[in-house]
């Protein structure tokens, strides 16, 4: 008989995963604490924009026609734990108010709500981004408070997928990490990625703490990697180089590689920040903080390109921000999606409108999520609306329809030509063309 699988927290990650699950063949129950979003799911709508997953969920949602009818929603835990042969735990692990720390009652608390109902030989398989050490506490604490006692297993496999690409990703991981206590934990995830593994995703088997680990580390390199290229933009200004240069040359050499080098306002959303303050938090328990000192300086580096933002803002409406009509291109945190959690675009627009500018927001799929966050900003319904009047104009997240907007229209309508690309995305010789002053972060002003 096929494994039947539950996916506990249906947001960004858990909605795909169930998605993907039902795609690959299995029967799949998918929980939420929020009544709402199960409502959503259950008609076969995404509580947030991600590219092909509102197609791939109406393809197996039941009751949908045409539907395969192998994916279903609940709120009640208790027919997750009659359903499951295996439970993956998706939900939220954001930072700890006031402190660095991951706050863990989220996946605590699906944890004590699920255990009660395994009542039978299962897996629980984790897919939050934890903190070291916390797989084998939960897994001590399952066995003793779930009816099938050591039989209820847990299994810790960590999530790289990326939003834009979250659907692709699931279905075609570049690798699957398993963090496992036994030959069954591994044997029955091999079993549930059959599919992608014959297609050559490569399966990696570590224990608990590598596999916590792997996903922490493979976060910290990312971010170290934009932190790097945004310093080397830093240097690239004071002394007038040209960090777009820079990057190529240095991109050339394929230990280096050309990806992730694109100077600009740096990281955010909702996990790479605070998976970076967490693992500090946490080598800092454990003992290792200085081993993780370097990325103090990685987040202050990323934090302060939205400061400087701000700063060349102001300089280019003439050292103040009153009476100054400032147009955002961008809310999201990155492209083709609507999560603004963390989001440099929208940071740096809250600073300007906070020192007295007028914002006016525009962007494609997070204009929602954006006013939600921050109501007081304004906001505009498209670019060429956003941009009317505007003394100076921000690109913030670098979305295809801002890098195919035609300058010379939005030329018509500007208050004053004036662009500052934060994302070093935009084609300057067409901007200047148009009669535009392009200026971009790490790049020469002319
Ligand atoms: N979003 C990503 O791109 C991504 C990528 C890799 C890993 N992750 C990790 O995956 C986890 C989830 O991230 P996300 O972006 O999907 O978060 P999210 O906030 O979008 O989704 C979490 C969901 O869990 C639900 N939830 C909270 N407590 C619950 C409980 N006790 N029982 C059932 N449901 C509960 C919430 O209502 C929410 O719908 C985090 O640990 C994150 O770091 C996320």
Redesign the pocket.
């Given at each position: 008989m096929a494994l039947k699988i539950t996916v506990?927290?249906?947001?960004?990650?858990?909605a795909t995963h169930a998605a993907a699950m039902a795609e690959l063949g299995y029967e799949v129950l998918g929980?939420?604490?929020?009544p709402e979003?199960i409502e959503m799911l259950r008609r076969g709508e995404v509580p947030?924009y991600e590219p092909g997953l509102e197609e791939l969920l109406r393809r197996h949602v039941a009751g949908i026609e045409g539907s395969s009818g192998r994916l279903r929603f609940t709120t009640s835990y208790e027919e997750v734990g009659a359903f499951g042969d295996i439970h993956f735990v998706?939900?939220?692990?954001p930072q700890k108010h006031g402190e660095y720390a991951c706050d863990m009652s989220?996946v605590e608390?699906?944890f004590d709500?699920l255990a009660p109902h395994l009542t039978r030989p299962t897996l629980v398989v984790g897919?939050?981004?934890?903190p070291v050490g916390s797989a084998a506490r939960l897994a001590e604490r399952l066995a003793a408070t779930a009816p099938a006692g050591p039989d209820a297993e847990l299994a810790w496999n960590?999530?790289?997928?990326?939003?834009g690409f979250?659907v692709q990703d699931t279905l075609h991981p570049d690798r699957i990490v398993a963090g496992v206590m036994s030959e069954r934990a591994e044997a029955l995830l091999r079993e549930v990625y059959a599919t992608p593994i014959a297609e050559g995703s490569p399966f990696v088997v570590t224990d608990y703490p590598t596999a916590e680990l792997v996903?922490t580390a493979a976060n910290s390199f990312l971010a170290t990697k934009i932190s790097f290229i945004n310093a080397m933009a830093e240097v690239c200004e004071a002394a007038d180089g040209d960090v777009a240069k820079l990057a190529e040359a240095i991109g050339h050499d394929e230990r280096i590689g050309k990806k992730f080098l694109r100077a600009g306002i740096g990281f955010g959303?909702?996990?790479l920040p605070?998976?970076l303050r967490a693992f500090m938090a946490r080598a800092g328990e454990l003992g290792a903080d200085q081993a993780l000192t370097f990325l103090r300086e990685i987040d202050s580096i990323n934090m302060r390109r939205r400061g400087h933002m701000v700063e060349m803002a102001r300089d280019a409406v003439g050292g103040g921000f009153l009476g100054k009509r400032v147009a955002v291109l961008g809310a999201t945190f990155k492209p083709d999606s609507d999560?603004v959690r963390d989001s440099p675009a929208l940071n740096v627009a809250g600073q300007i409108h906070l020192q007295g500018g007028q914002v006016t927001v525009y962007d494609p799929k997070g204009m929602a999520n954006a006013r939600r966050l921050f109501p007081t900003l304004g906001y505009a319904d498209s670019s060429l609306d956003a941009v009317r009047g505007a003394d100076v104009v921000l690109h913030l997240t670098e979305w295809r329809e801002f890098r195919e907007l035609d300058p010379a229209k939005l030329a018509e309508v500007a208050g004053e030509r004036r662009i500052l690309d934060g994302r070093n995305a935009l084609d300057a010789a067409l901007w200047r063309k148009a009669g535009w002053v392009y200026r971009a972060m790490g790049r020469p002003s002319a």
């Open positions: 506990i927290g249906t947001g960004y990650l858990g929980l939420d604490v929020l979003k947030m998706c939900v939220n692990t989220y608390s699906a709500a897919k939050s981004t934890v960590p999530e790289f997928l990326r939003e979250a996903k959303g909702g996990c605070k998976d999560d």
